[in-house]
């Protein structure tokens, strides 16, 4: 069963725009990732945030994590063409912790130009 | 650093058949994952070996499936008697981990058809 559940499952924007794309999970985890999936392609890693952080930044990217709330942001700012991709979060559950990462389901970004 | 390299780019078969990939990870990665992926599906976790030892394989995998890493470093996935509900990605992942999960870097994926 899938751990993460993005929300929303699409989204379309206009150039420029920031995408805001939220995860939640279920069960407590040592870190939250953020990865990238371009269509037929494999996945690439954007970005982690560890369970006692609460914000993080990288380039365009801003994720924020609320444990007590059990979800994660991820903020793309200023968005171009070629951000349009399907966008993933994954967590390194406490319980299994060491060994596998959990997706969820994505989120399918198409920035429009 | 070349990345995690899988072949075949793309595999059709007929039902029935057996099918195996193989993955190159990364060569100083000492951990090495393989996940299925399905059509606006996020990936779903297969297995995954540490060296050559394999410490977990998802309770949802067929005993068709089997996976080696023999000495440590490529790995094959090999499925038995493929049947149409196969049909999917198949991604290999590999990372340098400690105790805890850090990124994972993936290869650009096996898809199967299975006819």
């Known amino acids: 069963s899938q751990q993460g559940e993005e929300d929303p499952q699409a989204l379309s924007i206009q150039e420029g725009e920031n995408a805001t794309m939220n995860c939640s999970y279920k069960t407590s985890i040592n870190n939250l990732q953020w990865y990238r999936q371009n269509s037929g392609r494999g996945l690439v890693h954007l970005i982690l945030?560890?369970?006692?952080?609460r914000e993080k930044h990288s380039g365009r990217l801003r994720v924020t994590l609320d444990t007590s709330k059990k979800s994660s942001s991820l903020l793309i700012t200023a968005s171009r063409a070629a951000d349009t991709a399907s966008y993933f979060c994954?967590?390194?559950?406490?319980?299994?912790?060491?060994?596998?990462?959990?997706f969820g389901e994505g989120t399918q970004l198409t920035v429009n130009p | 650093d070349t990345g995690v390299s899988q072949n075949p780019r793309h595999k059709i078969t007929k039902r029935g058949q057996n099918v195996t990939f193989r993955c190159d990870p990364i060569s100083e990665h000492n951990r090495l994952y393989w996940y299925r992926q399905t059509l606006g599906q996020g990936p779903e976790f297969l297995t995954y070996f540490q060296n050559e030892a394999q410490l977990e394989k998802s309770r949802l995998l067929s005993d068709r499936f089997s996976a080696e890493r023999p000495k440590g470093s490529f790995s094959t996935l090999e499925i038995q008697r493929t049947e149409q509900g196969d049909s999917a990605m198949y991604l290999c992942?590999?990372?340098?981990?400690?105790?805890?999960?850090?990124?994972?870097?993936f290869g650009s994926g096996t898809q199967l058809s299975v006819l």
């Open positions: 994954a967590t390194d559950v406490m319980e299994t912790s060491g060994s596998r990462l959990t």
């Open positions: 945030i560890r369970s006692n952080e």
């Open positions: 992942a590999s990372s340098y981990s400690g105790f805890a999960n850090e990124k994972l870097f």
